[in-house]
Structures are given as C-alpha cells and as structure tokens.
C-alpha cells in the first residue's frame, strides 16, 4: 500500500495510478488542467516539485479507502502538512504549479476542518494571485 519515504509514507505506483485516475472524476474543476497518462508518470516519477506532489496526495488519499483508519487520517495530514510547508518555502510563486497546488489544498482542506491550515493557504494563494495581477497590469500599460 505505501512504501516508506524519509519520515513519509509514500504510496507505491498501484496507489499512485488509483488516485490520479480518481483525482478527475471526484474533482473534475479543481483537476480540469490534467493530463491523466501525464500526470500519472511524472507523479510516479517524482518530475513535479513536492509541494505538489504531496497536495494532490492529500487530496487523493480517501479516494482510494474504502474505510478511513486512524492511520490513513494521519498520512492524510501528513501530506497536507508537508504540501503546505513546502508551498511556504518556495520562492518560485510565478509558477503555475504552486497555483495549481493550492487550489488542490483548498479543495482537500474543504473537506476536512483546519481553519489555520486553510487560512494560511489562503495568504500564500493571495500572493500569487496579486503578483499576477500586477505583472497583467504592467504588461498592459506598458
């Protein structure tokens, strides 16, 4: 079911291809951009940066379980935490991904109750979304 990370628990490819097949259906808005065979394998081969990797794991994680465990709830939450920690590290917010991820989080934190985990991806998404507001704004006036 998972194979063992650093301090994560990473799904194996059975998993992986499970819920990136799952992820469009269940989500189809949130997973509109998605190519799924592309997806699939740069998921598999770790090819997107972690942040979203492990936000569309979060997201992806229940899709597969048919009874939600203790243990699961808290891989879940692991890979919720990581996701939103490392979209705080990163330094490349023009990158369509880091948008992309959270929007991921926020569907995966719309169904789970973490006011301060939605909260803070709320400001890291505004800053995104201003910059690209601003950048559009100096392309069209000058």
């Keep these: 079911m998972f194979q063992c990370g650093n301090e994560i628990p990473l799904p194996t490819n059975e998993r992986m291809e499970k819920v990136?097949?799952?992820l469009p259906?269940?989500?189809p808005l949130v997973m509109m951009p998605i190519r799924i065979l592309e997806i699939y394998y740069k998921m598999k081969n770790r090819q997107y940066p972690d942040f979203f990797y492990f936000s569309n794991l979060a997201l992806g994680n229940r899709l597969c379980i048919d009874t939600m465990t203790d243990?699961?709830?808290n891989i879940e939450s692991l890979y919720e935490k990581?996701?939103?920690e490392l979209l705080k590290q990163e330094t490349d917010i023009r990158n369509p991904i880091y948008l992309w991820a959270c929007v991921i989080l926020?569907?995966?934190l719309g169904r789970i109750s973490n006011h301060i985990a939605y909260e803070t991806?709320?400001?890291l998404s505004q800053l995104q979304v201003e910059n690209r507001l601003l950048n559009t704004n100096y392309r069209l006036t000058n």
């Design 20 to 22: 990136i097949f799952a």
């Design 25 to 27: 259906v269940s989500f």
């Design 71 to 73: 243990n699961n709830k």
């Design 82 to 84: 990581e996701s939103l």
């Design 106 to 108: 926020f569907a995966h």
């Design 121 to 123: 991806l709320k400001s």
